[in-house]
């Protein structure tokens, strides 16, 4: 079998097992966040933490609590890391110096996972397990809490009330988070991922050398690493490493993982607007472009001169020979279009063009299909937008199901989208005029310029990947990342719920003839076309300088 068939043969695979549990997967969710019953454990949490999960929130409230609980996650997580070097489990390693400490509290908290640090050197079993573990679920719960506020927006009317944030927070993790990682866990550990809490042991001698490792929890936390899309792996090499990712099968379930919820959620919006054509609209946009990404990665990957590349079958510099060319792409596609940022690959490796296409994908939003919630809202923003440039086209108001898109709403949609690539430019522009942040570059020229530009694409659009060719463990990067993931996840928020309390106090208005019909094809169409085409127009320059310029040298 050649590496382009086997490549071919896993993507079918993956898209058979997508498919087939899309409808139930969706369903369920739905009735979850629909349900008026609670389980007797989320009852007791509600009494814990003094909540009423009855009481319905208008946006402010609902955006009071997703920033309160984030608030207390960061410093939580921030004092565990600093008093680690006296816990207990520590395997004895130091505290983490503090702006580390803020960088990773901040990475995990807004399920970004960025790791300016080596895992398995630098954090013991109760950093990882009480908070980064604990993370991985509840900022994944907390984005598909804001998704389905906004789904709720455009579901009801004349109310402004969007549901209740700490219901569906509990929800969300308890009853679609833990189920689906405690599964998708077990399979790992049956297939040959490690779950203990071993201390640091040899393991053998390399080249006049020992190699060390410690064991862990790691198959649980590479379960909700993926589930909940956020990426951060328990060893540096993060899932090329045979103990977080033992078998070729087991890559292909991490990558299912990663997107099942994300395209799932369709489902979800589909049944809960009353309208499931609308969400198969919503998931062909996105899985056109999810699917057109994979092939280009794959082409561009497979595309091969000299003898070298031909005898590999590929570009397999930085590449896991166990996956080959095919895998690394699909996971590399994936993890980028999702806000997952696990990798199976040095995406520093990739061409040049194949690095641009990992950018790219970042660039869009994360949002074919993004991260869990965070994918589905971002795609909802770009159909407002999408249906006002048509009703700009046609000469008459825009609305998307059954809601007018005035002059409120399309502000709201425009700083959305604007909010990122701000931070994106800002920040790497910033580093590139200073004359310190360079130095953290291992490559120079249009490479090096890749680089310091994915660091804070990754960051800014809180995926987590890197291209592993720079320094970002100093005061600098760990700052200024820190930043941009902080911003770049919670002012979306704000123009997210503030879109959804809008819409939600709207008298729907009656379909007509001159009515778009957003669940049909052409929709869908002009959809994918205004995504690329405003991405294009934002980033193009940038690109320019850099993978660009590296692949057409």
Same mark, same amino acid.
């Given at each position: ?190 297939? &040959? %991922? =490690?779950?203990?809490?071993?201390? #640091?042991? /040899? @393991? !053998?001698?390399?080249? $006049? +050398?020992?190699?060390?490792? *410690?064991? &862990? %929890? =790691?198959?649980?936390?590479?379960? #909700?690493? /993926? @589930? !909940?899309?956020?990426? $951060? +792996?328990?060893?540096?090499? *993060? ?315």
């Amino acid at each position: 079998m050649t590496p382009v068939l086997a490549g071919v043969l896993q993507l079918l695979a993956l898209i058979g097992a997508l498919a087939l549990v899309h409808v139930p997967l969706g369903t369920y969710m739905a009735g979850v966040y629909s349900s008026k019953k609670h389980l007797r454990v989320e009852k007791w949490i509600y009494r814990g933490i003094g909540a009423d999960p009855d009481t319905e929130m208008t946006w402010p409230a609902y955006l009071r609590g997703v920033l309160a609980f984030s608030a207390v996650s960061v410093l939580f997580l921030y004092l565990l890391q600093r008093l680690q070097g006296v816990l207990p489990g520590s395997l004895h390693f130091a505290s983490v110096d503090p702006a580390q400490s803020f960088n990773t509290a901040v990475s995990f908290v807004t399920n970004t996972n960025w790791q300016s640090y080596y895992g398995e050197q630098t954090m013991g079993h109760v950093v990882q397990t009480a908070g980064l573990a604990v993370q991985n679920f509840v900022s994944a719960a907390v984005g598909i809490a804001v998704a389905v506020a906004l789904v709720r927006g455009f579901a009801r009317s004349r109310s402004g009330e969007l549901g209740n944030f700490w219901s569906d927070l509990v929800r969300g993790t308890l009853r679609i988070l833990v189920p689906v990682a405690a599964l998708a866990a077990v399979i790992l550990v049956a297939c &040959g %991922a =490690v779950q203990n809490f071993s201390g #640091i042991h /040899e @393991v !053998g001698q390399f080249m $006049g +050398g020992s190699q060390q490792w *410690n064991g &862990g %929890a =790691v198959a649980s936390q590479e379960a #909700i690493k /993926e @589930v !909940g899309t956020n990426g $951060g +792996g328990y060893f540096n090499a *993060n899932s090329a490493h045979p103990l977080e990712n033992p078998t070729p099968f087991t890559n292909l379930l991490e990558i299912f993982l990663i997107l099942v919820i994300p395209f799932s959620l369709t489902r979800t919006f589909g049944v809960m607007v009353g309208n499931v054509k609308q969400g198969y609209a919503i998931l062909a946009a996105m899985f056109t472009i999810w699917l057109g990404f994979t092939a280009l990665m794959m082409w561009t990957e497979f595309a091969h001169h000299g003898p070298a590349l031909q005898a590999a079958g590929g570009a397999m510099e930085g590449k896991e020979t166990r996956f080959g060319v095919g895998a690394s792409s699909i996971f590399a596609v994936s993890t980028t279009l999702t806000s997952t940022g696990a990798v199976n690959s040095f995406h520093s490796s990739f061409t040049g063009l194949g690095g641009g296409i990992t950018m790219l994908s970042m660039m869009l939003g994360e949002i074919a299909p993004g991260g869990t919630g965070s994918g589905l809202y971002g795609m909802l923003i770009m159909a407002v937008i999408a249906v006002f440039i048509a009703g700009l086209m046609v000469g008459r108001t825009p609305e998307y199901l059954g809601k007018k898109i005035g002059g409120r709403e399309m502000k709201l949609a425009a700083c959305y989208i604007l909010i990122t690539p701000a931070l994106v430019l800002v920040f790497t522009a910033a580093s590139m005029a200073l004359p310190t942040p360079p130095h953290s570059m291992l490559n120079s020229g249009a490479h090096g310029f890749s680089e310091v530009l994915y660091a804070f694409t990754s960051a800014s659009n809180n995926n987590g990947s890197a291209f592993a060719g720079l320094n970002a463990n100093t005061d600098w990067f760990n700052t200024m990342t820190g930043l941009a993931m902080l911003l770049g996840r919670f002012l979306p928020m704000v123009f997210v719920l503030a879109l959804a309390g809008s819409l939600a106090g709207q008298t729907p208005v009656p379909v007509t003839a001159g009515t778009l019909r957003t669940e049909k094809p052409l929709f869908a169409g002009l959809l994918v076309g205004a995504i690329l085409i405003i991405t294009g127009l934002t980033y193009f320059p940038a690109l320019a300088l850099g993978p660009l310029a590296e692949g057409l040298a």
